[in-house]
Structure formats: structure tokens, C-alpha cells
Nanobody
């Protein structure tokens, strides 16, 4: 199995910053993509930021210029630096990874349990 463990959520005032971390562990042969999705109350889950093992990032328009994603391939770890946070960034943030398990032949999607980010004064 592959496990994703997130950390770094919390309560922050508008304009503040938070840094989310997610480490993947288990029987991992290779990781293709890691990233972050979020789901706010009453809204659909959306992709916030993803990054390939080659270092190519992708962001949803609403966070461009404010969030930065980075990844350490050797440690199977991804970070999301969130700056200039807004109340509309409030959501549960889920870590995501597309990986191949040792002994398997196909990619599979894996998810963390989520970490709450609340932006409020």
C-alpha cells in the first residue's frame, strides 16, 4: 500500500501564510505526480496545485502568484507554500499522488486524509 500523511494546516488570518507538507510512504516504485486538492463546504473538490516528478507545476488560476508547490523526489514529499491567504482559501486540503507500487504495472491514485485550512480574522 501507499500512505500519504499531511501536516501543516491550521487557522490563519487573511493575508497570512501556511505551509502544507505531505510525505508518501509504503511500497512505492515510482511517483509521477504529487499535488494538492481542496474541498470547501458546499463546493466541489478542485485541484489546487500539482507537480510532476520532472518539476513541472500546475496551479488553479485563483492561487497563481500566491501559492508555490515543490517536491523532493528522493523523499517522496511535496510541499505547498500558501501566501496572501484569503477567506475563500478555507477548505480541507488533500494530498494526492499518482504512483506505481512495487511489483505492479500500472499507475494508481492515492489520497491523504486531509488537513483543514481556515482563513479567518
Amino acid at each position: 500500500q501507499v500512505q500519504l500523511v499531511e501536516s501543516g494546516g491550521g487557522l490563519v488570518q487573511p493575508g497570512g501564510s501556511l505551509r502544507l507538507s505531505c510525505g508518501a510512504s509504503g511500497s512505492i516504485f515510482s511517483i509521477n505526480i504529487m499535488g494538492w486538492y481542496r474541498q470547501a463546504p458546499g463546493k466541489q473538490c478542485e485541484s489546487v496545485a500539482t507537480i510532476t516528478s520532472g518539476g513541472n507545476p500546475n496551479y488553479v488560476d485563483s492561487v497563481k502568484g500566491r501559492f508555490a508547490i515543490s517536491m523532493d523526489n528522493a523523499k517522496n514529499t511535496v510541499w505547498l507554500q500558501m501566501n496572501s491567504l484569503k477567506p475563500e482559501d478555507t477548505a480541507v486540503y488533500y494530498c494526492y499522488s499518482r504512483a506505481i507500487r512495487t511489483g505492479r504495472l500500472s499507475w494508481s491514485d492515492y489520497w491523504g486524509q486531509g488537513t483543514q485550512v481556515t482563513v479567518s480574522s
